[in-house]
């Protein structure tokens, strides 16, 4: 069955660092991109990853909002996806999605996998 699933979401203080990965199960991230959407509370979710890496092109992105403070990566064998947070502030609290897309580049506008979502709470 193919699968993302995400991991590492919880509570942190503002100002503190949380690890989130996006597991593929099923296939794995070689030719595809993967990008990270989140969705804060009473809002909509994101229309463009906020994050995002691509083995079909090698390329990254990363929205202003996180620029310097995010930082995706993923393992050698293309079957997790990582996303190192620092500096985490409140306007950080959401519930966030990891999605991927066969043979595209950054960042993602749609895709083909989603994941159900991790809930990251920064407390101020």
């Given at each position: 069955?193919?699968?993302?699933?995400?991991?590492?979401?919880?509570?942190?203080?503002?100002?503190?660092?949380?690890?989130?990965?996006?597991?593929?199960?099923g296939f794995t991230f070689d030719?595809?991109?993967?990008?990270?959407?989140?969705?804060?509370?009473?809002?909509?979710?994101?229309?463009?990853?906020?994050?995002?890496?691509?083995?079909?092109?090698?390329?990254?992105?990363?929205?202003?909002?996180?620029?310097?403070?995010?930082?995706?990566?993923?393992?050698?064998?293309?079957?997790t996806v990582y996303l190192q947070?620092?500096?985490?502030?409140?306007?950080d609290t959401a519930v966030y999605?990891?999605?991927?897309?066969?043979?595209?580049?950054?960042?993602?506008?749609?895709?083909?996998?989603?994941?159900?979502?991790?809930?990251?709470?920064?407390?101020?």
């Amino acid at each position: 069955e193919v699968q993302l699933v995400e991991s590492g979401g919880g509570l942190v203080q503002a100002g503190g660092s949380q690890r989130l990965s996006c597991a593929a199960s099923g296939f794995t991230f070689d030719d595809y991109a993967v990008g990270w959407f989140r969705q804060a509370p009473g809002k909509e979710l994101e229309g463009i990853s906020f994050s995002c890496i691509s083995s079909y092109d090698d390329s990254t992105f990363y929205e202003d909002s996180v620029e310097g403070r995010f930082t995706i990566s993923t393992d050698s064998a293309k079957t997790t996806v990582y996303l190192q947070m620092t500096s985490l502030k409140p306007e950080d609290t959401a519930v966030y999605h990891c999605a991927a897309l066969s043979r595209a580049g950054c960042p993602l506008r749609k895709a083909t996998y989603w994941g159900l979502g991790t809930q990251v709470t920064v407390s101020s």
